[in-house]
């Protein structure tokens, strides 16, 4: 069983930048691929970001440039650094384990969420 706790979202302008956290619990963290997906209100959830076990990353297109995932297996913790945010960043993001697809239902262990606000 693995835990995640997401922490890091709050409310920034247009521009700015966030660091999401989300601390894995569990012992076999460094063999997931975990990921990052974000729901706006009224639109489908989407897979924003993922890394591999070995580093191998992915990025929607929406976030591309501007979003970087990163992992510290020693810590068992998986970051999304958000840089020059928009409005239609504003979703709540919620942080993924052990899967690969882009939708929630093909991870194993998702976390509670953290709500991310861009004001313009």
């Known amino acids: 069983q693995v835990q995640l706790v997401e922490s890091g979202g709050g409310l920034v302008q247009a521009g700015g930048s966030l660091r999401l956290s989300c601390a894995a619990s569990?012992?076999?963290?460094?063999?997931?691929?975990m990921g990052w997906f974000r729901q706006a209100p009224g639109k489908q959830r989407e897979l924003v970001a993922r890394i591999s076990s070995l580093g191998t990353t992915y990025y929607a297109d929406s976030v591309k440039g501007r979003f970087t995932i990163s992992r510290d297996n020693a810590k068992t913790t998986v970051y999304l650094q958000m840089n020059s945010l928009k409005p239609e960043d504003t979703a709540v993001y919620s942080c993924?384990?052990?899967?690969?697809?882009?939708?929630?239902?093909?991870?194993?262990?998702w976390g509670q969420g953290t709500q991310v606000t861009v004001s313009s």
């Open positions: 993924v384990a052990s899967g690969y697809g882009a939708t929630m239902n093909s991870w194993d262990y």
């Open positions: 569990g012992r076999s963290f460094s063999s997931y691929t």
